[in-house]
């Protein structure tokens, strides 16, 4: 799934409505707690599966947002709490262009968020939701809309009244929790309320047949036409490893056995991706592994030693600077706390989403920069998504001197400098030329460095 524009309001300190726009590569960088991780987090809540979402999860590793109340905007003693969180996406499924935007309230019986009322926009139809009762929700339908999906559209309760147009009603009569959507498809009643206009202007039922006829052609809309209204909800096989990276990163070990094989944030999996890719004949991702280890400094040769057999039951990873190889527990720890992201990275597939908290943990500033090459050949060769939260300078101005090589277009680049006012989070975009340079940075931003370049100059 795509995701071009993310809409939040009351989520944490961004306190009303925001629009984040998601670019190729998009830069979150600002002080400790302006809300960085929050939106990293959002962002991972909103692309988990299908854009319909009974229940948004805030806390898909590494993020732990927490239950509704740790999550809604608290506005203090004397405001306290808002009601509802909304989220909202801008973006494309199977080609086919979308807008989502819901209302999400406390569960009675839970600490979690529920889906209360949510729209979704096409070109072609456009979908209302409403929460009715327990786990029971009603859905109109209506067809043939002409309109751009934008999110200035959308407006609560304000249905055409047009002629092609369905009700959708699917509920579940079992007693379970409302966890039942997060693994399972609901049954879908279509009840078609087209109706055949009279002189008189009173509507005319029309017959069973007529109905029955009808009521497929919607189907078939559905089915044919509108692939983004597949009620699926099934999230992505994460099997083969994770797209949100962790700031902190798995300890090295001095042996790996396979039975000890866990998917983490952390990367912890890592290790038996590149075993796995080491008894492959191409060995494609080793050789990446390599190509980024001299280009960052890190290291010569990255390769793996089977101890024992079968192949894979037991293996160490070398490494090699200078001289022999050696075990990846005896070199810089900045080698192990590199991996995760690299391969991550080179394995997520084209259209994947990815958030990296820090990535810079551990890595001097030579490989920090490489790490910004690699990110930009990435988005640009395999049309991922890269949305970082970073403090490294050196990982932005590398992305900014690519600009201005030409290796990425500075539209498909977005810095978002995050600042905390009074209490609430303000999103600044800095917007780039085609040399990579910030054009007229916002006030805050300019002070920050002025500053710090002021303090030197006293020096």
């Known amino acids: 799934m795509e995701i071009r524009e993310l809409f939040i309001e009351n989520v944490r300190c961004f306190s009303g409505p925001h629009t984040i726009e998601i670019k190729p590569i998009t830069i979150l960088i600002g002080k400790n707690s302006t809300g960085k991780t929050t939106l990293l987090a959002t962002l991972a809540a909103v692309s988990a599966g299908r854009p319909l979402l009974f229940k948004p999860n805030f806390n898909i ?35 086919t262009e979308f807008v989502y935007l819901a209302e999400y309230k406390k569960h009675t019986k839970e600490l979690g968020l529920v889906l209360n009322k ?46 092609k147009r369905a009700l959708i009603k699917f509920t579940s009569t079992s007693s379970m929790p409302i966890e039942v959507f997060e693994r399972m498809t609901p049954d879908i009643l279509f009840y078609p309320l087209i109706m055949e206009r009279t002189n008189d202007k009173k509507p005319k039922q029309k017959s069973t047949e007529k109905k029955e006829a009808e009521k497929e052609e919607v189907k078939k809309i559905l089915r044919e036409s509108l692939p983004i209204f597949d009620f699926s909800l099934e999230f992505p096989d994460l099997a083969q490893g994770n797209l949100h990276i962790a700031p902190i990163r798995s300890k090295p070990e001095r042996t790996y056995e396979t039975y000890k094989k866990v998917i983490t944030a952390e990367g912890t999996h890592i290790p038996f991706l590149i075993e796995v890719d080491s008894r492959t004949r191409r060995r494609e991702l080793i050789k990446a592994l390599n190509e980024f280890g001299k280009a960052s400094g890190l290291y010569k040769l990255l390769d793996v030693k089977q101890l024992g057999s079968p192949s894979g039951n037991r293996f160490e990873l070398l490494i090699k600077i200078n001289g022999p190889g050696r075990n990846i527990v005896d070199v810089g720890y900045g080698v192990s706390q590199a991996l995760p992201v690299v391969v991550e990275s080179l394995k997520c597939p084209d259209g994947a989403i990815m958030t990296l908290q820090q990535p810079e943990v551990h890595l001097h500033p030579e490989a920090q920069a490489a790490l910004g090459t690699l990110i930009v050949n990435l988005a640009r060769e395999g049309k991922k998504t890269f949305v970082l939260e970073t403090h490294s300078d050196f990982i932005v101005d590398r992305i900014r001197i690519e600009i201005s090589k030409g290796s990425i277009r500075a539209e498909d680049v977005s810095i978002l400098f995050l600042e905390l006012k009074h209490n609430a989070t303000k999103i600044n975009k800095l917007r780039l030329d085609e040399k990579g340079n910030i054009i007229r940075p916002t006030a805050s931003y300019r002070d920050f460095f002025l500053k710090e370049a002021h303090a030197l100059l006293k020096k």
Request: proline share 2%; charged share 35%; aromatic share 8%.
């Open 61 to 95: 590793g590494p993020f732990n947002l927490g239950s509704f109340d740790n999550i809604v905007t608290n506005k203090g003693r004397k405001e306290g709490k808002e009601k509802y969180i909304k989220l909202g996406v801008l973006g494309a499924l199977d080609k």
């Open 118 to 163: 949510a729209t979704l926009n096409t070109k072609k139809a456009r979908m209302d939701f409403e929460r009715k009762h327990k786990i029971t929700y009603e859905a109109d339908l209506i067809l043939d809309r002409k309109e751009e999906p934008l999110f200035k559209e959308i407006n609560w309760g304000t249905l055409k009244q047009i002629e």
